[in-house]
């Protein structure tokens, strides 16, 4: 029997901000969700992309790993749990060689009645990056094209197992810069016990000639991008109602 076969986007050879120091990025091709400030829209498409072996990707690892030797291997996408199985003899191999290793994922595919592949995968993931798009499930939807229900039933699954995730969302004029969505999310994260960072990011408009150039039309035509100080806001807002939260769940 071959080796299994990974689907891949791109690779970024030394990403600064993908996990913790210098990392060897791998984005994966397929994503089911369609966020409408997606800035990798060539990346949805499942049967597209360029096909890599476990050993090929760590060969690629392996010419660069004097410069990542702080940081590890991220594997992003698309979204990387449409391709588990793949995933998951990579990380198997990379913690063979005591590499670091990182998951960048939504969560959408998680189904609480069948955890028997996440499981395998997480025995050698050591920390996770999770996206969580929207707090409220109707305009996650709206943003998304899918429930978010899954995907905080998987936050949860994380933190009972006391699997480490930094938290990523986007804040976007209009959308997720709200006080009422910011304050559920912090409310929400005051329930995990395995949160070990926050990352606050700003919506940009920099997708929009990648959108023009696949002929697509871009879904938010027009919002501005959120300035360093809305950011800074959103994060404060989030912070202080996690912090005032917390105390409810010691």
Not at 23 to 29: E, G, K, L, T
Not at 71 to 95: C, M, R, Y
Request: proline share 4%; hydrophobic share 35%; aromatic share 8%.
């Amino acid at each position: 029997m071959g080796e299994i076969i990974g689907n891949i986007h791109s690779i970024e050879s030394c990403g600064t901000v993908d996990g913790p120091g210098i990392r060897f990025v791998i984005f994966m091709q397929g994503c089911p969700m369609r966020c409408k400030y997606c800035h990798n829209p060539d990346s949805w498409g499942v049967n597209e992309g360029t096909n890599y072996t476990v050993s090929e990707i760590m060969a690629k690892y392996d010419g660069v790993k004097e410069f990542v030797q702080n940081g590890g291997i991220t594997v992003t996408g698309g979204e990387p749990l449409l391709q588990t199985d793949f995933v998951t003899e990579l990380f198997k191999d990379a913690k063979n060689k005591t590499i670091h290793t990182a998951l960048d994922t939504s969560g959408v595919t998680f189904n609480k009645d069948n955890t028997h592949k996440i499981d395998e995968l997480l025995k050698y993931t050591d920390l996770i990056l999770l996206d969580i798009k929207h707090i409220d499930d109707e305009e996650h939807k709206i943003l998304t094209g899918h429930t978010n229900k899954n995907i905080l039933e998987f936050a949860k699954y994380l933190s009972d197992k006391n699997i480490p995730v930094w938290i990523r969302h986007v804040v976007v004029p209009g959308i997720t810069f709200d006080e009422k969505y910011l304050s559920a999310l912090g409310k929400f994260l005051a329930s995990l016990k395995n949160i070990k960072a926050l990352d606050v990011l700003p919506y940009h408009d920099m997708a929009v000639s990648k959108y023009e150039n696949l002929g697509l039309e871009y879904p938010l035509k027009g919002v501005k991008p959120l300035t360093k100080e809305e950011a800074i806001e959103a994060r404060d807002i989030i912070i202080k109602t996690y912090k005032k939260e917390v105390v409810n769940y010691l």
